[in-house]
């Protein structure tokens, strides 16, 4: 190959080189832009989902109370309030709260909204319905801790209570009605005997069992005078429905899981005979004999 034609190959070799250069200096700008592009669309995309987590934190924790167990609400949400029925530490209603039909329980003293003691009683009540999640359990659905509109809000059972079913309906159930009411009630007081720690509703009674409009699927209600085994050494021992408590209670001693299997024979009882208990017995009577332990086979 003469001189000048090797001179003209190297140059057209040099131009292919540069060329070559160029190229992979242009695809090496691109990548860099789209690298640079995903970055900005990945920080845009994180600070849109940390602008998302913050609202709904904000959101969450507007609505959700401290304890994270129920909604956080105010009684002025709760439309078309209708009164239902009155017991010893409650005043129950009928509304409707956010489209549901719902029952809002109130307390009938006043003064719980003022008095340090009777508050906490109140939200005892309310944080130990919070952690129960049970078919045979009422379900919490909001409260109002704050101010003076002090309320729970519950599910609405349209069966109402097993004593209106047992003794003012006079509804007339067959043996598996029965059988099948008894062990929901029995299911839904071991779900609260096996809780860590244990809790004892101290108030069980036909009164406070709900039923659904089929009247078979019973519901315990009403954990005004509810505790937790780990403080039954420190609460008043005479406290529940008299025609319920079991001897140990009247005579001073602590309340325990026993106490609520007493009262739930005595339901037993009554869901089958159909009859009150004692109902033949004046209130001094019934402490009398109960506090002696003189029952005998049949004394109900």
């Known amino acids: 190959m003469s001189e000048a034609g090797g001179g003209k190959l190297a140059e057209i070799l040099a131009k292919k080189r540069a060329a ?6 242009e695809d090496n700008v691109s990548i860099s832009r789209n690298a640079s592009s995903n ?39 709760v439309e078309d309030l209708t009164r239902v029925a009155q017991g010893g530490l409650g005043i129950l209603y009928q509304g ?99 809780a860590s720690p244990a809790i004892i509703h101290r108030d069980l009674k036909t009164q406070n069992i709900l039923l659904d409009e089929t009247l078979s699927a019973p519901k315990l209600c009403d954990f005004g005078l509810a505790i937790r085994l780990s403080d039954s050494y420190v609460t008043n021992a005479q406290a529940g429905t008299p025609s319920y408590m079991a001897p140990e209670l009247y005579r001073g001693e602590a309340c325990s899981l026993a106490s609520d299997v007493y009262a739930f024979g005595i339901v037993l009882s009554e869901i089958f005979s159909q009859e009150l208990p004692f109902a033949a017995l004046e209130l001094s009577e019934i402490r009398e004999k109960e506090g002696d332990g003189g029952w005998e086979a049949g004394g109900l």
């Open 20 to 25: 070559r250069e160029k190229a992979r200096e």
């Open 39 to 77: 970055v900005d669309q990945n920080e845009s995309e994180d600070d849109e989902r940390r602008s998302l987590s913050h609202t709904s934190g904000s959101y969450e924790h507007s609505e959700r109370s401290r304890t994270g167990g129920f909604v956080n609400m105010s009684l002025s949400q």
């Open 96 to 194: 409707i709260w956010r489209g549901t039909v719902v029952a809002v329980k109130k307390p009938v003293d006043p003064r719980v909204a003022n008095d340090p003691a009777l508050k906490e009683d109140f939200r005892r009540e309310v944080e130990i319905l919070s952690e129960i999640r049970h078919p045979n359990v009422v379900l919490l659905m909001g409260a109002c801790l704050q101010g003076t509109g002090l309320c729970i809000v519950l599910e609405w059972c349209q069966g109402g209570s097993l004593y209106d079913v047992l003794h003012r309906r006079r509804v007339d159930m067959n043996n598996h009605q029965r059988v099948k009411i008894a062990r929901g009630v029995a299911c839904g007081l071991a779900f609260l005997h096996t």
